[in-house]
C-alpha cells in the first residue's frame, strides 16, 4: 500500500511539474559575451558579430541576462527588441516562441 501511495505521489508532482505554464518575457536580444551592454535595442551589427564568434544568443529582460536554448530561432534578431515565450528555469529559458515586437 506504501508503494502505491508513493507512486500515486510520485506521479502527481511530475505530472504537475509537465504541466507549468509558460512565461512571456519581452526583452533585447543579446549575446553571451556583451551580455547587459546590449539591453537597448540597435546593437545588431555587433550581436550577429559575436554570435558568428562563437557567442551565443541571449536575453536581456528587467535588468536580467536569460540564456536560450533554440539558438536558431534568433538569427537574424540580434539587437532587436522581442517577445519570447517558454518555461523560464532560473536565468535559462526553454523557448517555445519568439516575436520581434512591432515599433
Known amino acids: 500500500m506504501k508503494k502505491v501511495l508513493l507512486l500515486l505521489f510520485a506521479v502527481l508532482v511530475f505530472g504537475s511539474l509537465s504541466f507549468a505554464a509558460d512565461k512571456t518575457l519581452t526583452g533585447v536580444v543579446s549575446d553571451s559575451h556583451c551580455g547587459l551592454k546590449h539591453s537597448a535595442a540597435g546593437s545588431g551589427e555587433c550581436v550577429e558579430h559575436c554570435v558568428t564568434?562563437?557567442?551565443?544568443?541571449?536575453?536581456v529582460s528587467d535588468?536580467?541576462?536569460?540564456?536560450l536554448d533554440a539558438q536558431d530561432k534568433f538569427k537574424g534578431l540580434g539587437g532587436k527588441s522581442v517577445t519570447v515565450t517558454g518555461?523560464?528555469?532560473?536565468?535559462?529559458?526553454?523557448?517555445?516562441?519568439?516575436a520581434e515586437k512591432s515599433s
Not at 535588468?63 to 540564456?67: A, D, L, N, R
Not at 518555461?87 to 516562441?97: D, N
Request: proline fraction near 0%; aromatic fraction near 8%.
Open 53 to 59: 564568434g562563437g557567442a551565443t544568443y541571449v536575453l
Open 63 to 67: 535588468g536580467k541576462v536569460y540564456q
Open 87 to 98: 518555461a523560464v528555469e532560473g536565468t535559462s529559458i526553454t523557448v517555445t516562441s519568439v
